[in-house]
């Protein structure tokens, strides 16, 4: 199996900005993507940003050219840094890594915004 462990939550003013590591540990070997999702109170969880074995990234509409999802490969380590951070953001952030055809997923750590 495969353990995730999230970081760097926390409280911010909206323009402001965060990074969140997701640590993975465990039978890591064959991960082929792992990604970001959030879920804000009375709503679906939804796919913020992913990065693939080969790099590719993809991101959500909403969050473009304010994320960026990077990786250590040294440390099993993605990170999500968060720019311009709007109210919007606001959600609990759960690491996801994808090892054939099952998932994995962190605890999550919450990001909240202040307007």
């Known amino acids: 199996q495969v353990q995730l462990v999230e970081s760097g939550g926390g409280l911010v003013q909206a323009g402001g900005s965060l990074r969140l590591s997701c640590a993975a540990s465990?039978?890591?070997?064959?991960?082929?993507?792992m990604g970001w999702y959030r879920q804000a109170p009375g709503k679906q969880r939804e796919l913020v940003a992913r990065i693939t074995s080969g790099g590719s990234t993809n991101y959500a509409d909403s969050v473009k050219g304010r994320f960026t999802i990077s990786r250590d490969n040294a440390k099993n380590t993605v990170y999500l840094t968060m720019n311009s951070l709007k109210p919007e953001d606001t959600a609990v952030y759960y690491c996801?890594?994808?090892?054939?055809?099952?998932?994995?997923w962190g605890q999550g750590t919450q990001v909240t915004v202040s307007s």
């Open positions: 465990g039978n890591i070997l064959s991960i082929s993507a």
């Open positions: 996801n890594a994808l090892k054939g055809w099952s998932d994995y």
